[in-house]
């Protein structure tokens, strides 16, 4: 069932511990990122998706995201992208979108103390709602570069 209010970062990782280690009778991976998808935008959300990490009972740390539905949620709509063409469907490629968001995020940030700029924005923070780039078909936001002190397709 999906939250009705926005979930905790505990809740989350009670959540994947229950479906991974409980139900499938698996091993948490602490290399892993386990997203969690949900089919509704809850009320008090107030964000397009998170990430975060933590343990549970005597699981090793391991990453995290969240992301509600935001297929309908204009301040995360893929059409507002720098670029998006005004032709496409905009539900499917807003949830790539911030899955890619995150995903970056994850990556360059797992226990939300590594890389954030001086505003404390992470990679995909500085260019979220920026140049919009094709991939696979869909459309996503480009990412911080500090190579080039910019953003690009990563």
């Not at 998808?37 to 809850?42: A, I, L, V």
């Not at 001086?118 to 709602?129: N, P, V």
Request: glycine share 8%; proline share 6%.
């Amino acid at each position: 069932t999906p939250p009705s209010s926005s979930p905790t970062t505990a809740s989350i990782l009670a959540e994947v511990y229950k479906v991974v280690v409980t139900n499938a009778k698996q091993s948490i991976d602490p290399k892993g990122l386990y997203m969690v998808f949900t089919s509704n935008y809850p009320s008090s959300a107030g964000y397009c998706a998170w990430h975060g990490a933590g343990s549970v009972s005597s699981s090793p740390t391991f990453t995290i995201a969240y992301q509600p539905f935001v297929g309908g949620v204009a301040g995360c709509a893929a059409s507002n992208l720098q670029g998006f063409p005004s032709t496409k469907s905009n539900a499917v490629d807003s949830v790539a979108n911030v899955a890619t968001h995150e995903i970056y995020e994850t990556v360059t940030d797992p226990l939300l103390n590594a890389w954030y700029d001086s505003k404390g924005a992470e990679i995909g923070d500085i260019c979220a709602l920026k140049t919009a780039v094709r991939v696979a078909g869909y459309y996503v936001q480009t990412e911080w570069d500090n190579s080039i002190s910019g953003c690009k397709l990563k």
